[in-house]
């Protein structure tokens, strides 16, 4: 609707604020479960497809390959899911408030990117219960790279009162190729998240699932402080460093193979197997400063590999499909 | 004359960039308008982090009509001719005039209406707008030829007078409609003209124009610190990166645990800056308080009590980081982190820092113990350079690399070590550049130096010295701090001795330093010396003119003879002179070699005055320069002055007779070297 103002001194604002999602302000802060199924409900009714985490190993929601893979070439894609993501480099025993060797990262890929990105994105904090008029948020410049994927975007860290929430990007290139058309990627932090919206300080505390009859309720600590104390053991002293070095190079031997046999998704495994591999070794810390560079450039040379196969095994069907695309 | 709007919106806009971004926009803006053939009056250019805006008033309906005039063939001329010139004007013989026998084409262009122009204008801008960055989107991103911006362009509003300027660019296409606040006012809000902008605007909680953002901020930060009785630490950084985070900004106060201040008060301010962008506040005592100023982008609906509460407890894990680094830090001794800097390379062709650190001892030590650096305990000097890389390897460093040297410093005192060896690895990497402060305790003077000394030539013996606008490893900064830390503190000594004594010895294998120092360092420290002295107003001549004699080591001798020497080239004596040592030195170019023998004795008096001038002045010059009473090698020279002139008045250099010619030749040529004695005359400009 088009409207002209007649007259200059009558001005005042006409459009309404952003509703209040509170209904009730003493109304129960989600559970963690909860709020996992509350952004499936919310992305599900925006069209994505609702995936399961990938079954590997990996540091972040980014490798998977419904992201990395399809994040290349001309058909859309639209999906959002939980990804268990490990940094073994991030453990501390389970005793750190902050921190874990091991955490969920929710992801959504929306191609091409619609245009109201921003718009659905703060819909989804405002169904988890983040209310935008009684809470400061802001979309802060961060270009997001990743050296191991050959990857790079521009967007923003989304600030939720001075905390970082979420990774908001439009991925420019993967795997050393452009994104046609542009992929967003919303990131979500959901320990983070679920501590801002349950207001505790340390992430054991938080309330995995609620109490339901007899049922007691489940605690994030009750599922996982044993995990991160056993994992942070071995992630820095246990784990055998000639296996994993052994590992790394079978897996890189096993991604040129598949590479060679055309068949890029078991490729693209291996990638993200040896880039797994790679960040044990680190955690071990048995690479030195100078080797490291090496061993990232190896894991690029895989992923990339992996992308370039992808193309080449997809891009008859995608130009067929879409006359006049191109890489 | 009508006004023009127009509002380019997007997804935010990095705080950074936007300086840029109106910069730019005002350039492309003119150049577009003037290309075209229209003045630009007054521009005013601002932005949000959602908007880029521009408002040009005062301009014209249409462009002015031009008539242009081309001149073509005589009329005489063959037929071929005219041809030609009508196929390129695109008229007919009928309408061509003839002038005196001159075919002219006179080509009327009507005005084009600004309107038009504006179209063209807006499609120009949005295509060529110089981002650091600029990225690809949505569905159209399929295409390589896709619209690039900052971030997703999402609206255009242009408005001529009150008319719509109708243009389509990468499938948005401009209107009358924009958006309000994100949060407050997210619905469409129709813009009427360039005039109700900035109210509308303002009715729906944004604020367009950046400096009263700016201002806001500054003032409302200061009250809400004021308020709590505190004092807000002021950065006009931060007031320009949060008035480019926010469209209606809130600045709200925050207190953290107290405890928290057992942390130096530098890690508390750079991790609330850095990471959280927030303002510290100083208390009664002028001391670091536990407050801290955030700036919001909502009046929220509580006064902000919910956006305190989650600030304040993102700054408590951020300072629970820090208190955990700083402990962590001091369950080492600084010797024992610094054991560590045996793994860290500095320059593959350099070897580890550890083998950097201990270079820098031994020159640190060396030019304790030769005096150089007068009052300093070598010892004091060598345990201030062993550690002063030390805190390189601490966790607190590796988070905020800007800290080295500071926490060093901290580390130090808290372990009890001296304050001399404490305050030197404080201050090690002063002065940073022009302007900074330079070291003046004689242990810090040590270090600092000592490490400058041994960066510059430890690269320019690896061939990696600073060429055109290339300094990788900041040398010539390093070079800088080296003169400034000699001249501030006057110690005297010859650079090149110390240069090539003091790093041959520092050095673990033998070097072809002297080499290396005669033909290029020395010459890079004239270089440095120029840059350094121009602020001062030291003529860039004069320095040459001084060191051209032969490469002076002493810097504080150099400028000294340098200050001199720009002293008496104010006076009349010395632009006189001058003259006369350039008239001179161009006879002797002239002249050549000149053999045969010279007339015995002076052939006319003014020959004779001259001689006993220059008997008198040389020994007196050479006597104060070696005394370094340069003002009085000045007057020497000044005496020559009359002599000269007189010589020049009263007598033919190329006189007949080839004796008298030599003899005044041999004169000339022994009055340049009178002023040589104190200063290369020939480097002078003027």
């Known amino acids: ?327 | 004359m009508t006004d023009f709007l127009l509002e380019l919106r997007s997804e935010e806009i990095p705080a950074r960039m936007q300086a840029g971004a109106r910069a730019e926009l005002e350039k492309l803006f003119r150049a577009q308008l003037s290309a075209a053939g229209l003045e630009t009056g007054d521009l005013t250019i601002w932005s949000t982090p959602r908007r880029l805006a521009l408002i040009a008033k005062g301009l014209p309906e249409a462009t002015a009509a031009v008539s242009e005039e081309l001149k073509g063939p005589r009329s005489s001329a063959p037929p071929q001719a005219l041809e030609g010139f009508l196929r390129k004007t695109g008229l007919t013989q009928d309408q061509l005039e003839d002038r005196d026998g001159v075919y002219f084409a006179v080509i009327d262009k009507p005005g084009r209406p600004t309107s038009r122009v504006l179209t063209d204008t807006i499609a120009h801008i949005v295509r060529h707008m110089p981002w650091p960055k600029s990225m690809r989107w949505g569905k159209d991103s399929a295409s390589s030829e896709s619209l690039r911006w900052v971030r997703p362009l999402s609206g255009i509003v242009a408005i001529f007078g009150e008319e719509l300027v109708p243009c389509k660019i990468g499938g948005i296409e401009a209107g009358f409609a924009t958006r309000g606040h994100r949060f407050h006012c997210p619905g469409e809000i129709t813009i009427g003209s360039a005039s109700d902008y900035t109210e509308k605007l303002r009715a729906c909680h944004v604020i367009v124009d950046h400096e009263e953002r700016q201002s806001i901020i500054r003032a409302g930060a200061a009250k809400v610190a004021a308020d709590a009785g505190l004092t807000l630490v002021e950065d006009e950084g931060l007031v320009i990166e949060n008035a480019g985070l926010t469209e209606w900004p809130v600045p709200l106060l925050g207190r953290f645990d107290e405890a928290f201040l057992e942390v130096p008060p530098e890690v508390i301010q750079l991790t609330a800056r850095v990471n959280q962008k927030y303002f510290v506040v100083n208390g009664k005592d002028g001391k670091l308080a536990n407050g801290f100023v955030c700036t919001a982008n909502i009046d929220a609906v509580d006064s902000g009590a919910e956006i305190v509460a989650g600030n304040r407890k993102v700054l408590a894990a951020r300072l629970s980081d820090a208190r955990f680094f700083w402990e962590q830090d001091q369950k080492k001794t600084l010797a024992q982190h610094a054991e560590k800097l045996a793994n860290i390379t500095f320059h593959e062709k350099l070897g580890t820092v550890a083998d950097k650190v201990e270079r820098v001892a031994k020159l640190a030590e060396w030019l304790a113990s030769e005096g150089i650096v007068p009052n300093c305990d070598p010892a004091l000097a060598r345990q201030a350079a062993e550690l002063a890389k030390a805190d390189l390897v601490t966790e607190m460093v590796g988070e905020f690399p800007e800290l080295q040297g500071l926490m060093g410093g901290y580390y130090a005192r808290a372990e009890g070590l001296p304050d001399a060896v404490a305050d030197a690895i404080r201050d090690h990497y002063k002065p940073v550049g022009q302007g900074d402060d330079v070291p003046t305790a004689p242990v810090t003077v040590a270090v600092a130096l000592a490490d400058k000394l041994d960066t510059l030539l430890s690269f320019f013996l690896i061939h990696l010295g600073p060429t055109g606008s290339k300094d990788p490893f900041a040398l010539r900064r390093a070079g800088l701090g080296i003169i400034g830390i000699i001249l501030e503190n006057s110690l005297r000594c010859d650079l090149e001795q110390v240069m090539t004594e003091g790093f041959r010895r520092a050095q673990a294998k033998p070097t072809n330093v002297e080499d290396l120092v005669a033909s290029s360092v020395m010459f890079f420290f004239a270089d440095r010396l120029k840059v350094q002295q121009k602020e001062a107003g030291v003529r860039h001549d004069l320095i040459d003119a001084v060191f051209g004699l032969a490469p002076e080591g002493d810097l504080v001798r150099l400028l000294a003879r340098v200050k001199a020497l720009q002293a008496f080239m104010a006076t009349e004596d010395g632009t006189n002179l001058l003259a006369g040592y350039k008239r001179a030195a161009n006879i002797l170019k002239q002249a050549g070699e000149v053999s045969g023998t010279a007339a015995a004795t002076p052939p006319t008096d003014a020959d004779a005055v001259l001689l006993a001038a220059l008997d008198a002045a040389q020994p007196a010059a050479s006597a104060a320069v070696a005394e370094e009473r340069f003002t009085d090698a000045m007057a020497a020279l000044a005496s020559l002055r009359a002599p000269i002139d007189a010589f020049f008045d009263g007598v033919m250099v190329n006189d007949p007779e080839p004796a008298i010619r030599k003899y005044r030749i041999d004169l000339l040529s022994r009055f340049t070297g009178a002023v040589h004695g104190v200063a290369d005359f020939s480097k002078i400009e003027g």
């Open chain 1, 1 to 327: 609707m088009r409207r002209r103002w007649a007259n200059a001194a009558a001005i005042f604002c006409t459009c309404e604020g952003i509703a209040a999602v509170a209904d009730g302000a003493d109304k129960t802060p989600l559970s963690f479960q909860d709020m996992i199924l509350t952004l499936h409900a919310y992305w599900a009714a925006r069209g994505c497809a609702i995936l399961q985490p990938y079954d590997m190993r990996v540091g972040a929601g980014t490798f998977h390959p419904s992201t990395t893979l399809r994040s290349l070439g001309p058909e859309p894609w639209n999906v959002a899911y939980v990804q268990p993501s490990r940094r073994p480099t991030d453990g501390r025993y389970g005793e750190n408030p902050n921190r874990l060797q091991h955490y969920y990262q929710y992801q959504v890929i929306l191609k091409p990117s619609p245009a109201d990105l921003q718009e659905q994105y703060l819909g989804s904090l405002a169904a988890i219960g983040i209310d935008p008029l009684l809470h400061d948020i802001r979309f802060v410049e961060d270009d997001w790279e990743s050296p191991t994927l050959g990857a790079w975007g521009l967007g923003w860290e989304v600030w939720c009162d001075g905390m970082e929430v979420t990774q908001f990007t439009y991925f420019q290139q993967m795997g050393g190729f452009d994104c046609k058309p542009v992929a967003g990627e919303l990131t979500y932090g959901l320990e983070r998240l679920a501590m801002y919206i349950q207001n505790v300080d340390n992430v054991y505390d938080l309330r995995f699932s609620d109490a339901v009859g007899d049922v007691a309720a489940v605690s994030y600590g009750d599922v996982f402080l044993e995990n991160e104390k056993q994992f942070s053991k071995w992630n820095f002293e246990v784990a055998d460093t000639e296996t994993l070095f052994a590992g790394f190079k079978a897996a890189e031997a096993e991604c040129q193979r598949a590479i060679e046999a055309n068949v890029p998704l078991a490729a693209y495994d291996q990638a993200i197997e040896a880039s797994h591999l790679f960040n044990l070794l680190q955690a071990r810390g048995v690479i030195s400063v100078q080797e490291r560079a090496n061993y990232m450039a190896r894991v690029r040379d895989l992923a990339k590999g992996s992308c370039k196969a992808w193309i080449d095994s997809q891009s008859e069907r995608w130009t067929a499909k879409y006359p006049g695309w191109t890489l």
